[in-house]
């Protein structure tokens, strides 16, 4: 009797299992690009119709940051869910380790039945072997060049490649697993060692916005750059923005080149859509969209990000779980969410139970929108990256304030903005008596965090 009652308690697991398989899970990560560079941002031109798709049927978080502005250490926050301070990865130090490693999203979800799959841009190092720890299937490619000479002697662009490879990847995703496809698009970056041809496009947006003039930056008087700090104004923010936007001739060149990347690789996205569909795969697909990084694009007199303005912390962030009723769809959420929060939503969707360590918090709340008490009124943001022309920093973005201390400067350069009366962060207050105990607790508190998470590391 008892025996036979486990029988039936399993029959009805199993059919419930059946009714309600574990959703698969794509996240598509874009290099370079702010938040306010699409359609559905408010964007006036610039052609992105899946990705305002995605945007419409699922949530918008248009209130989105990275906690380090730089590809290396954001992608290693990304996956681990931990701030660079945690993790310890950025260009130049040692790879994330092998403990980080094991609870990294691809890693947790490999443990509990998910098939993983990584194509594109992997940009972090790592202790051990990434087709060990993280994922099954595992194919990268490089931007330098973008165009790829294949065997028939044509050349396919980088975006165009990734694609293509996801979608074999999809094909052979067996039928009895859950899946989980990581592609990392090298666009929309630079392609730096080319000065010519900047942003090379893929064929698919060739000719767009040839008639459309360039929008000159907003913040773009010369007496914005005037007013940085000296080792703002000599750092590679500067250098590069001779690279790029100095000249109104390379300018609208180089821009305009960059829009074509955006809108190739949402070309590109529609075209994994449609493998979606084809596959069977397209009603179970919660799919993430983000980038590792903010971007100037000649703001402040500016190039590059890495620094601890909007331009460069501010992201898109878009999650869409085709599982939603009508009701849930098309929110706009305006609450502040990190790029550590990926890592622990994804766990979430899957049903896997996430690590402590993990710095971040699932928005899984809000996709459901279900009450969520205390969520975050600031973050921790900092630069740690060794580079003579990349001066170090640490920080608080808050609801109301920025402030950053750039530590390694003698003496120590702090910076302090009031959103509330400048949200555009051109005065400093932090040499205003008035604001001298804003100043003193929001330095206190930068020192605090920065000491738990460094003292979180491995």
């Given at each position: 009797m008892t025996a036979a009652w486990f029988l039936l308690a399993s029959m009805m697991l199993a059919t419930d299992g059946a009714a309600e398989p574990r959703p698969n899970l794509v996240v598509l990560l874009v290099d370079d690009q702010r938040n306010d560079q699409l359609g559905c941002a408010g964007h006036p031109f610039v052609q992105t119709p899946h990705i305002d798709r995605l945007a419409r049927r699922g949530v918008h978080f248009r209130n989105a940051f990275v906690t380090t502005s730089i590809c290396a250490a954001s992608r290693a926050s990304i996956f681990t869910g931990l701030t660079e301070r945690t993790h310890g990865y950025t260009f130049g130090q040692p790879p994330v380790g092998a403990g980080d490693v094991r609870e990294s999203y691809p890693a947790e979800l490999r443990r509990a039945g998910y098939r993983t799959m990584f194509i594109g841009k992997f940009g972090v190092?790592?202790?051990?072997?990434?087709?060990?720890?993280?994922?099954?299937?595992?194919?990268?490619?490089?931007?330098?060049?973008?165009?790829?000479?294949?065997?028939d002697g044509s050349t396919r662009h980088e975006t165009d490649l990734a694609i293509d490879w996801a979608l074999e990847s999809l094909a052979e995703a067996p039928d009895d697993r859950p899946f989980c496809l990581s592609i990392s698009f090298n666009a929309v970056h630079a392609e730096d060692s080319d000065k010519v041809d900047h942003y090379p496009w893929p064929p698919g947006a060739d000719g767009l916005y040839e008639d459309v003039p360039m929008p000159l930056p907003r913040l773009r008087d010369p007496a914005i750059f005037v007013a940085q700090p000296t080792f703002l104004k000599e750092s590679l923010n500067r250098q590069r923005y001779f690279w790029r936007w100095d000249t109104p001739e390379k300018y609208e060149r180089n821009l305009r080149a960059y829009y074509r990347m955006i809108t190739g690789v949402d070309q590109a996205i529609g075209r994994l859509l449609d493998g979606l569909?084809?596959?069977?795969?397209?009603?179970?697909?919660?799919?993430?969209?983000?980038?590792?990084?903010?971007?100037?694009?000649?703001?402040?007199?500016?190039?590059?990000?890495w620094s601890h303005y909007e331009e460069a912390l501010r992201i898109p962030l878009i999650v869409f779980d085709p599982r939603a009723p009508q009701e849930r769809r098309g929110q706009v959420r305006d609450e502040m969410v990190l790029n550590l929060d990926?890592?622990?939503?994804?766990?979430?969707?899957?049903g896997v139970p996430r690590p402590v360590r993990y710095q971040g918090r699932s928005l899984v709340p809000w996709l459901e929108r279900r009450d969520v008490e205390g969520w975050r009124v600031e973050t921790f943001c900092e630069h740690r990256m060794d580079h003579a022309a990349l001066p170090k920093w640490e920080g608080i973005r808050g609801e109301r304030y920025v402030y950053a201390c750039y530590d390694e400067q003698e003496p120590p350069v702090e910076l302090l903005y009031d959103l509330e009366s400048d949200p555009d962060q051109l005065v400093n207050l932090a040499g205003n008596d008035d604001y001298a105990e804003t100043l003193t607790s929001l330095r206190e508190r930068t020192r605090r965090l920065a000491s738990r998470y460094e003292s979180a590391r491995r």
């Open positions: 190092s790592i202790e051990g072997d990434p087709r060990q720890t993280m994922f099954d299937d595992f194919r990268t490619i490089g931007r330098n060049p973008y165009f790829r000479p294949q065997a569909e084809r596959e069977g795969h397209a009603e179970n697909t919660v799919i993430v969209y983000l980038a590792d990084n903010g971007y100037y694009m000649g703001e402040r007199g500016f190039a590059g990000k990926v890592a622990p939503t994804l766990l979430e969707l899957a």
